[in-house]
C-alpha cells in the first residue's frame, strides 16, 4: 500500500537458533556427528552456518539430505567459502588449525544474523542448544559474548604459566564454544593497545594480529584473549561444564559444575575421539555416530554409552561416567515425556 513502511524481512533470524562452524581439511565427518548431536537433542529449530573450503561444500549438502525428514525439517543450512574481510587470506588461513581464524569474521560476513553460537568442530551436545541459547537472555547491557575458562586452575593452567601476551582473567579463555550477540560486536567500540580510541571489531583484527603475531600460540583464540583482556565488561564468562574439555578430567575432576549438573557440551580437543588416550570422550563420539536417526535414544544411544563407559574406569575420565551421562539422561526422558504427552493428546477426548 502506498506510504506502508516495507520491514525487509529478517531470514528466519527471530525464530531460530543460529549455530555456526568452520570446517576444512578432514573434519567433515567431525562436524557432521557435532550437527547430528544438536539436532538429536534441541527442540528449538536451528539454523547452520557452515563455513567449508570448496571440495567439503557438495559433501556436506549430500550428507545433510540423507539424514530422515523428522530431523532435516528442524533445521536450515547454509554453506559458505572460507574468506577473510582484512589482512593477508593465506596469513588468516594457516594461522593455529587450518581456517579457524573464520570465526573472527563472523560478525561482519552474517550481517544479517542478530546472534549467534560458534562451536569447534570438535564439539558434541549433550542437552539442547536451547539453553545455552537462553544465556543470550542474561547478558548485562554491555556484555557481548560468552565463553567459558581455558581452565579451572591456575598454577596448572597453560595461559597463566606460558603466555606472552594478555589475555583474560586469571587463566584465559577457550573459544571452542563462544555465544555471540553479533549486533552488539558489529556497533561497539573495543579499547585496544593499538590506538588510544576505541577501535571496531573489522578494524581491530588484522592491526591486533601484526602486533602479537611473534607472541600467539593458539591463533585466534589467542586473539580473543588479548580482546577481552582490553574489554572485560563486554564478557558473559559461562561455567566449564558448557565447554568441558579433558583437562578439566585428565587430572582429577576439576569441573564443579558438571559434578553437579552434568556435561551440557562437550568439547573433545587434543584429538581424543580419534586416539584412545581418553577412551571417555572417545566412546561419546562413536555412539552418536552410530546411533541410528529413527532408533529409541534410550535403547540405541544410552545403554551402549553405559557399556563402553565400563571399559573405561582404568581412566581418571571414566571414573566419572554419571557425569557425562547426567544431562544425556535428562534430555531423553523430556523427550520422551513430550512424546508421551503428545501421543496421550492425540488419543483421548476429554
Known sequence: KPGEQKHPKEPSSLQCMHLAV?????RLEETLI?????????SGRLCFHIFAEDSLKPEFETKLKEWPSSYTKKFESNIYPITFSVGNAQEWKKLFKPCAAQRLFLPVILKDVDSLLYVDTDVLFLRPIDDIWHLLREFN???LAAMAPEHEIPKIGWY???ARHPYYGSTGLNSGVMLMNLTRIRSTQFKNSLIPGGLTWEEMLYPLYQKYKNYITWGDQDLLNIIFYFNPECLYVFPCQWNYRPDHCMYGSNCRGAEEEGVSILHGNRGVYHDDKQPTFKALYEVIRDF??????FQSLYYPLQSRFLDTVHTLCGRIPQVFLKQIEKTMKKVYENRV?????A????
Open 341 to 345: 504427552i503428545v501421543y496421550l493428546g
Open 22 to 26: 568452520v570446517a576444512c581439511g578432514d
Open 160 to 162: 597463566s604459566r606460558f
Open 347 to 350: 488419543n483421548h477426548k476429554y
Open 141 to 143: 547491557s554491555s556484555q
Open 34 to 42: 557435532m550437527l547430528k548431536s544438536a539436532v538429536l537433542f534441541s
Open 292 to 297: 541410528p536417526f529413527e532408533d529409541n535414544l
